[in-house]
Nanobody
Framework: QVQLVESGGGSVQHGGSLRLSCAAS?????MAWFRQALGKDREGVAAIAKVGSTHYADVVKGRFTIPQDNGKYTLFLQMNSLETGAAGMYYC???????????????????WGQGAQVAVSS
């Protein structure tokens, strides 16, 4: 099985930026970022198929991006213009299959990381 480890979480002021990283123990064809705020359901924010296709949730379009320097075993998430609503636990997810377009539903992903906490100060 594939192991995923997130890093780069922390606390930032509203309007600031943060970059999350996900290191995978093996190659996967589809990877994604999910987040879960206190009292809310887990939601997909960004996904990528390794052939180059990306998919962003409407709420983060224009502010969150998956950088172009992702490796075969890594996944990044660049978060800009952070608001308080972006706070929560961010999870890295992956799947062996190549899903096109890469989905933002959690049911598509077999592997999950332990999460990284992101706090946004108002």
């Amino acid at each position: 099985q594939v192991q995923l480890v997130e890093s780069g979480g922390g606390s930032v002021q509203h309007g600031g930026s943060l970059r999350l990283s996900c290191a995978a123990s093996a190659y996967t064809k589809t990877m994604a970022w999910f987040r879960q705020a206190l009292g809310k359901d887990r939601e997909g924010v960004a996904a990528i198929a390794k052939v180059g296709s990306t998919h962003y949730a409407d709420v983060v379009k224009g502010r969150f991006t998956i950088p172009q320097d992702n490796g075969k075993y890594t996944l990044f998430l660049q978060m800009n213009s952070l608001e308080t609503g972006a706070a929560g636990m961010y999870y890295c997810a992956a799947d062996d299959a190549q899903w096109i377009p890469p989905p933002l539903g959690q049911g598509w992903y077999h592997y999950w990381g332990q999460g990284a906490q992101v706090a946004v100060s108002s």
